[in-house]
T-cell receptor, first 110, second 124 residues
């Protein structure tokens, strides 16, 4: 049972806009910033979004992040087949005094 | 370009100690504002943060693993290491090392460079 809650799966067709949610509490998302990681099949995770809504250089602007209260979201617009991957949210948890991840969302491009 | 490479035994016996090393190339492990850490992923499951270390030796550990984990750093070799004691089958996972950029304080940061990961199986 992950501290941060994500839907196990999401899907969309090429060109569509998809959002993935990440729900937490006042001790994690509610008081700290959220990062998102993309894990393509068989590879290491890659930083996608940091500090709630910042994109590292090289990440397409099709990817965007937002946070409100104790929840965060990752949006992917203009969905492409290469976006098929697992997506994880992460944040620091003040109560646990550790970094926590969501359980991951498997995105399928139909 | 900064690269991280994990190394260590792929098979560890139950109750023994898992030992892994991460070698940093293309940059210095002694850079300020960066911690160096370990994350693992059991087969078919999600990510779990294990802990992180600063070049000075300051550490943060996952409270659920803290009693069994030791992370150390060797700046002369540009390496940092993980030791996980009393392993069981539940410790079977892909282990990643990663660089953590720290912003205002350790909790505010992100892992921006990852190694490719190494698979460790706990079995007799």
């Amino acid at each position: 049972q992950s501290v941060l809650t994500q839907p196990p799966s999401a899907s969309g067709t090429p060109g569509q806009r998809v959002t993935i949610s990440c729900s937490g509490s006042s001790s994690n998302i509610g008081s700290n910033t959220v990062n998102w990681y993309q894990q393509l099949p068989g590879t290491a995770p890659k930083l996608l979004i940091y500090s709630n809504n910042q994109r590292p250089s090289g990440v397409p602007d099709r990817f965007s992040g937002s946070k409100s209260g104790t929840s965060a979201s990752l949006a992917i617009s203009g969905l492409q087949s290469e976006d098929e991957a697992d997506y994880y949210c992460a944040a620091w948890d003040d109560s646990l005094n550790g970094k926590v991840f969501g359980g991951g969302t498997k995105l399928t491009v139909l | 370009q900064l690269q991280l490479q994990e190394s260590g035994p792929g098979l560890v016996k139950p109750s023994e100690t898992l030992s892994l090393t991460c070698t940093v190339s293309g940059g210095s492990i002694s850079s300020s504002s960066y911690y160096w850490g370990w994350i693992r992923q059991p087969p078919g499951k999600g990510l779990e943060w294990i802990g992180s270390i600063y070049y000075s030796g300051s550490t943060y550990y996952n409270p659920s693993l803290k009693s069994r984990v030791t992370i150390s750093v060797d700046t002369s070799k540009n390496q940092f290491s993980l030791k996980l004691s009393s392993v069981t089958a539940a410790d079977t996972a892909v282990y990643y090392c990663a660089r953590r950029k720290v912003l205002l304080w350790f909790g505010e940061g992100y892992m921006d460079v990852w190694g490719k990961g190494t698979t460790v199986t706990v079995s007799s």
